[in-house]
């Protein structure tokens, strides 16, 4: 009992030292779209808020559900939708970057084991200064996702 005990302290002391490293940015409302499970790929949005002064840029993004974790931007030319893999994305002091269906996401390639809605699995944001910013984001079907929002707001 007592070394479980101590487990989650260590635990929490890792946690924190980690979040007072990159304190100034901060994922909200993060979640993986639910899809078939015969669909090898799926994407993930968040919010993230820089609240600091200076500019950070995220060069990479990781995921241990999927074999590669890369950050795109859907982009529709003539009635088609493309995305295209950004290599890096820029939050200006004082903002936040919504990442939503249609626009910029977390592209998961090669997921590992099929996703069931209401999983949550760790998503990971890294700086291009090696800053690491992490959230547990919850697999929703869209129409759920859809239905949160009105709750939210
Ligand atoms: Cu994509």
Request: hydrophobic share 35%.
């Amino acid at each position: 009992m007592s070394k479980a005990l101590n487990f989650c302290w260590c635990f929490l002391v890792v946690l924190l030292s980690l979040e007072a490293h990159s304190q100034s940015l901060v994922i909200d409302s993060g979640w993986i779209r639910l899809l078939p499970s015969t669909l090898e790929n799926t994407s993930a949005y968040m919010e993230i808020t820089n609240s600091g002064d200076k500019v950070i840029e995220i060069s990479r993004a990781q995921s241990l559900i999927a074999e590669r974790t890369e950050i795109h931007r859907s982009d529709y030319k003539n009635g088609l939708m493309s995305m295209q893999h950004m290599k890096s994305l820029s939050i200006p002091p004082q903002s936040s970057i919504s990442m939503t269906p249609g626009g910029m996401h977390i592209m998961l390639i090669g997921l590992k084991s099929s996703l069931e809605h209401g999983q949550l699995h760790e998503v990971c944001l890294i700086s291009t200064v090696g800053d690491r910013i992490c959230d547990n984001l919850e697999v929703l079907h869209p129409s759920h996702k859809s239905s949160l929002k009105t709750r939210d707001h």
